[in-house]
C-alpha cells in the first residue's frame, strides 16, 4: 500500500508551488501544466515568476518571501479567493552556501535557518487549517540528501534539511490519518543556481527537467520520502547507517576535506 494518495492525473488539478521562479521549482511548473495543472507561482522575484508562467491565463502569480509570515497569509488569502480548494502545495524554496566550522557565523546562519526550516513551517503553518478544512490535498517539502548525514561544507545547510525530514516525518504522522498526503523530497545534486556555487566535483548531477520528473514520478506512486537520483541516494542512505568510525573515515575519503 503506497503511504500517500497516489498523485497522477493533474488535469485541472490546483498546484501552488512556492519557490518556482527558478531550479527545480520552475522545471517543475512546466512539466505541471504541459500536464494540465492549474498553478499558482510564489518566491520573491515576481518578474520570474511572471517569466514560467508565461502566457498561461490560468497561472496566478503570488510573489512572497517565504521568512515574512505576513506574506504567507496574504498569499494564502489572495490563493483562497480564486481557487475552489488547494490539491498540492509544493515548498520549494531554499538557499545553500558551502560553510565549514571555520567560515561559520551567525548572519549565515540565521539566513539558512529562516529560509529553509522556518520558512516551511511558516508556510505549513499558513497552508495546513485549508487542507484541513477542505480535507483533502498534500503537501510536499522539499529538503535534500544532504540532510541525512553530516558532510563536510553542509553545516548549516545539511542541518536545516535535516529538521526538514523530521518536521515532515511528523507531519505525516499528524495529517495523515486525517486525509492530507505529505511528501518529503531529497534531492542528490542537480545543476542549478545553487549548486553553480560549489568549486567540487558533484556526483551524480542531474539536470533541473530531470529532478522535475523524479518528484513527479514519486508523487505518481505516493511515496513519502521521494528521493533521487537513486544511484547517489541510495548510496548515502547506506553511508548515513554506517559506524560513526567508518562514516567518518569514508567521508574524509570520498570528499578529500
Ligand atoms: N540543486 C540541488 O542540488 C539541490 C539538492 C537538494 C535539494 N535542493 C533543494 O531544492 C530546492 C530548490 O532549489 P534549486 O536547486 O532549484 O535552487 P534555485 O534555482 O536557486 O531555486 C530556489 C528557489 O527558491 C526561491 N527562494 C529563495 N529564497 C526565497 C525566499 N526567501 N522566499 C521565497 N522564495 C525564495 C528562489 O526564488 P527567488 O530568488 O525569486 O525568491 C528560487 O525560485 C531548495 O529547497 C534546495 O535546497 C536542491
Not at 542528490?188 to 520528473?213: H, K, W, Y
Request: glycine letters at 8%; aromatic letters at 8%; proline letters at 4%.
Amino acid at each position: 500500500m503506497s503511504f500517500n494518495p497516489r498523485l497522477r492525473n493533474w488535469q485541472g488539478r490546483h498546484v501552488w508551488l512556492i519557490g518556482a521562479g527558478h531550479g527545480i521549482g520552475a522545471a517543475l511548473a512546466h512539466q505541471l501544466r504541459a500536464a494540465g495543472a492549474l498553478l499558482a507561482l510564489s518566491g520573491r522575484n515576481e518578474a520570474a515568476l511572471r517569466a514560467v508562467a508565461a502566457d498561461d491565463a490560468h497561472c496566478l502569480v503570488l510573489p512572497l518571501d517565504v521568512t515574512r509570515e505576513q506574506d504567507w497569509l496574504q498569499a494564502r488569502g489572495q490563493l483562497l479567493q480564486r481557487w475552489p480548494h488547494i490539491d498540492l502545495v509544493v515548498m520549494l524554496a531554499g538557499d545553500y552556501a558551502a560553510v565549514r566550522a571555520w567560515q561559520l557565523t551567525p548572519e549565515l546562519a540565521r539566513h539558512m535557518v529562516e529560509v529553509n526550516l522556518l520558512g516551511v513551517m511558516y508556510g505549513t503553518a499558513a497552508v495546513v487549517p485549508a487542507l484541513l478544512h477542505q480535507q483533502h490535498g498534500s503537501i510536499a517539502l522539499v529538503a535534500s540528501a544532504a540532510g541525512w548525514v553530516g558532510m563536510p561544507n553542509g553545516l548549516v545547510y545539511g542541518a536545516t534539511k535535516a529538521a526538514v525530514n523530521h518536521f515532515a516525518q511528523t507531519l505525516y504522522l499528524d495529517l495523515r490519518p486525517r486525509g492530507i498526503g505529505v511528501h518529503v523530497v531529497n534531492p542528490g545534486f542537480v545543476a542549478t543556481r545553487l549548486t553553480a556555487r560549489n568549486d567540487f566535483a558533484m556526483p551524480a548531477l542531474i539536470s533541473a527537467e530531470q529532478a522535475a520528473s523524479a518528484i513527479l514520478a514519486g508523487l505518481a506512486r505516493g511515496d513519502f520520502d521521494i528521493h533521487f537520483p537513486r544511484r547517489f541516494s541510495l548510496l548515502l542512505k547506506l553511508a548515513a547507517h554506517l559506524p560513526y568510525r567508518l562514516y567518518f573515515w569514508l567521508a574524509h575519503r570520498v570528499t578529500g576535506l
